[in-house]
């Protein structure tokens, strides 16, 4: 298997960055995450959008441009050969010479093996757990889950799938998806603030020809929701 | 010069970690950071025990006793032959397999150059600016500074030195440092909550006889403080 680093492919195995990193010494970088099917990634320019966005937003210049960086995508996928993936874009703050100043982003690209939810899973629904939290920078993908990752052992102490981040009741997201419910009336909502732009709600969403209202989102309307997925 | 990775010294520029580590995945990890002066460590006890403390609240195990640490730290700075400088220990969440979750901490320990604030900025002071943000866990020495190292170009737009985070006017901290104000009384306040709790805080101030007022401090008492640091 291998991975991407800044301009070459390297066995995923000896893919290291240098400790001097600013995501590893302050957590700093944006992501990226999607899926490759039959070889084909289903709405790739709107996840090379967000990349962009995010890493416009944080500060963190690409040095490779789209179609570049798309090209070197569909080689890692043909590389490994493998058909049906995750691919994981991550692009860190760099080598800083004094581990705060923002320096030249290395990119590291990397595959996965894909997990889908049990059929048991979709059949009887998943236990969620609630904490009181909202992302500092809800809009950009950056890799601080800080608090996503520590409440992994609470979910697991509960018994629970995931949890839902809401702030004085208004709920925004999950660490890594986003909230959607049918309120008692079948209407769909997702939460119109502090939560990342989804790209599967964009899309499936709208070719599913379902109306979804992007508006305030309440822990009460969870709980009286008909479905929350 | 070295640098040690979990049981080894190695050359500081030979010091890498894998792609798959959760500080580069996730921005998961804590960190601490103190000086040597003339080979000795002032306050040693102190930064070990937030360390092990920060570390047991991020639930990553710290696979060496204090003791055995204490004896690394030294070598280090014995093997690098440096009297004055200061020292970083990183703990990550470790190579997740998948990403997500936490796994066998690696521990980095590298040494710094020392910079002092020049004499003209310690007689002539510098001008702050301020940010409404508080930190996600902000009694947690985490890498995470994804505010703090996104803010620093709008630190120096402003020709500033630093920023000051508040929330609703109540000021808690800097991005790597306490906050004191002598008030138009002549009394000194540092900010009783949100703020990290700073070992130079703690021991200077004490040494020094100042008596500190642990309390909340807003916006306008820094403006109409006579003296802050």
Chains 1, 2 share one sequence.
């Not at 441009?65 to 860190?92: F, P």
């Amino acid at each position: 298997m291998y991975s991407f680093l800044n301009n070459q492919f390297l066995p995923a195995e000896k893919t290291f960055v240098h400790v001097s990193d600013l995501a590893v010494q302050r957590g700093y970088g944006i992501f990226d995450f999607f899926k490759a099917v039959n070889g084909k990634i289903p709405f790739l320019d709107d996840y090379f959008n967000r990349f962009y966005r995010s890493a416009d937003f944080m500060q963190l210049p690409v040095s490779l441009s789209r179609e570049e960086l798309k090209n070197i995508v569909h080689e890692l996928l043909q590389k490994n050969g493998v058909a049906d993936a995750g691919i994981k874009m991550v692009l860190t703050g760099g080598y800083s010479p004094d581990g705060y100043e923002i320096a030249t982003p290395n990119l590291i690209i990397t595959q996965h093996t894909l997990t889908m939810p049990s059929a048991k899973m979709l059949e009887q629904g998943v236990k969620i757990i609630t904490h009181e939290f909202r992302r500092e920078m809800p809009l950009v993908k950056s890799i601080n889950y800080t608090t996503g990752v520590w409440l992994q052992r609470k979910v697991k102490a509960s018994n629970a799938y995931d949890v839902l981040y809401h702030l004085q009741g208004e709920v925004s997201e999950f660490p890594r998806c986003n909230l959607f419910i049918v309120n008692k009336n079948g209407i769909v909502m997702t939460p119109a603030n502090y939560a990342l732009e989804g790209i599967t709600r964009k899309n499936i969403l709208s070719l599913s020809g379902m109306e979804v209202k992007a508006t305030t989102v309440t822990l009460t309307d969870v709980l009286q929701a008909r479905e929350v997925f």
